[in-house]
């Protein structure tokens, strides 16, 4: 760990894609962006690309677009109590180390310089519980959901249900919760308790339609922690560590996560003055935001949800608006595809083993 941070610093003028690769493949999660004399002009972390997606930044911007211009530092020779101090006073994860120069020469983590008794992870995820909803009939999907409930339905060489599971659990979270109706004898039979995959999974057992929150009451308590909530027809490999920290860093009620659509319009569009044309712009598109089916909410949110009652996500999001609760988007910029047709699974099918490899839980 020691030369790890030469493998986190970056040129200012490189593009934020290549601060992606660093973030998610070197052990810091963190870029050094440093000027063209190596001196460190700024940090970019996780959190930093995906605010950066959401105001418009493209990822062949230079990373000095994204980056945080006045990160929290320590000179070199600064002594162990001093770091930890540091990097505790500012809720920091990591604590670049600079020398005289302003050159980058060491970088130190919370986990690193705090013992295992005080921090119980890096990003403290071990009160957050996962909320799978997997209860869709799959009607798009026939005649495959006719013995088998949509999320049962293999891809690659096991379930979607498993590669979800799996990439929770490779994460490091360990309680679950499924919300089932549909055949659900299958998916309980195929995953048990969990305690063979090392988690603790319990089923919330709807029995009407409650839409994607109004299975949330019928949780047998409260936990102390975030909830992950997510539709069970998502194939995906996000970093949900990733986004639990966004959710605090940024002291939400509830965040959406939510992906880029584009729409092009297939003609060209005019731009008139009364009569007169002033411009026409040839097939012009258009990129939103939409909701990608996965959500985390405090555990104050579920005083917004009815008991024994149909409820949607978007009502609930709505119902915090409308008392005063914060709520935030987070952008995945990871793959991501809904499993809504037969045209979406056999894509998913075939850029399984690409993305996910052949590995099972």
Request: proline residues 6%; contains cysteine; glycine residues 8%.
């Amino acid at each position: 760990m020691e030369n790890a941070f030469k493998d986190a610093i970056l040129q200012q003028n490189k593009p934020i894609i290549d601060a992606i690769k660093i973030i998610d493949s070197a052990q810091m999660q963190i870029v050094l962006v440093v000027d063209e004399d190596g001196v460190l002009v700024g940090t970019i972390t996780d959190g930093d690309v995906r605010r950066g997606i959401i105001n418009g930044v493209e990822l062949d911007a230079a990373s000095s677009e994204i980056m945080n211009p006045e990160p929290i530092t320590v000179t070199e020779g600064a002594s162990h109590e001093e770091m930890e101090h540091a990097i505790k006073a500012h809720k920091v994860q990591q604590l670049p180390v600079i020398n005289a120069q302003g050159k980058p020469v060491g970088l130190e983590r919370l986990a690193d310089l705090t013992s295992p008794q005080a921090v119980i992870t890096e990003e403290h995820i071990d009160d957050v519980w996962v909320v799978l909803m997997l209860c869709g009939l799959g009607s798009r999907l026939l005649p495959l959901t006719e013995n088998l409930p949509k999320p049962m339905i293999p891809i690659g060489d096991k379930p979607l249900l498993e590669t979800i599971i799996s990439n929770f659990v490779k994460q490091g979270f360990k309680n679950f919760y499924f919300s089932v109706n549909y055949k659900s004898d299958i998916i309980k039979d195929h995953f048990g308790d969990g305690s063979a995959l090392g988690i603790n999974i319990c089923y919330l057992n709807e029995d009407k339609r409650m839409g994607t929150a109004g299975a949330l009451s019928l949780l047998p308590e409260r936990p102390e922690g975030p909830i992950i909530i997510m539709n069970g027809d998502i194939l995906t490999n996000s970093n949900f560590v990733h986004l639990v920290s966004y959710h605090r860093q940024n002291h939400a009620a509830a965040t959406m996560c939510v992906r880029e659509y584009q729409q092009q319009v297939p003609y060209g569009v005019v731009q008139t003055s009364g009569a007169r044309l002033k411009s026409i712009t040839e097939k012009p598109s258009q990129t939103y935001f939409v909701n990608a089916g996965i959500y985390v909410i405090n555990p104050e949110a579920l005083d917004h949800v009815p008991s024994d009652t149909y409820f949607d996500m978007p009502e609930l999001f709505s119902a915090m608006s409308d008392a005063g609760e914060d709520s935030v988007v987070f952008p995945i910029r990871e793959y991501w595809l809904d499993i809504g047709n037969l045209g979406d699974l056999e894509r998913g099918r075939i850029e399984f083993d690409r993305i996910f490899g052949k590995t099972s839980l």
